[in-house]
């Protein structure tokens, strides 16, 4: 399976933007895809997580509220729709796949495959 991360960009601080993960090779059925985020110098910090085979979603408490994963199966494209963006939110932004179990979702080391990343980067 390869990721193909995309959507990221400039906003300002309260602006929305979409990320998208292509998924290629195969279906995402028995996956559960995650979305992570790094900033320069910080480790990869857990933001969402999905599981193909049933839709449970699963949220950091920083995004909460303000950040909708959901997905496309005709696309096999999983999406994070990210409103009210803070500056904080600056970070690249990557996807990942795993098979564990969903309590460990949240710990990037964790994860088998990633995609290549995407810059979202929002000014005050």
């Known amino acids: 399976v390869q990721l193909q991360a995309s959507g990221g960009g400039l906003v300002q601080a309260g602006g929305s933007l979409r990320l998208s993960c292509a998924a290629s090779?195969?279906?995402?059925?028995?996956?559960?895809v995650g979305w992570f985020r790094q900033a320069p110098g910080k480790e990869r910090e857990f933001v969402s997580a999905?599981?193909?085979?049933?839709?449970?979603?699963r949220y950091a408490d920083s995004v909460k509220g303000r950040f909708t994963i959901s997905r496309d199966l005709a696309k096999n494209t999983l999406y994070l729709q990210m409103n009210s963006l803070k500056p904080e939110d600056t970070a690249v932004y990557y996807c990942?796949?795993?098979?564990?179990?969903?309590?460990?979702?949240?710990?990037?080391?964790?994860?088998?495959?990633w995609g290549q990343g995407t810059q979202v980067t929002v000014s005050s």
């Open positions: 990942g796949l795993t098979r564990i179990v969903w309590s460990g979702t949240a710990n990037h080391k964790r994860y088998d495959v």
């Open positions: 999905f599981r193909w085979s049933g839709g449970t979603t």
């Open positions: 090779g195969r279906t995402l059925s028995g996956y559960i």
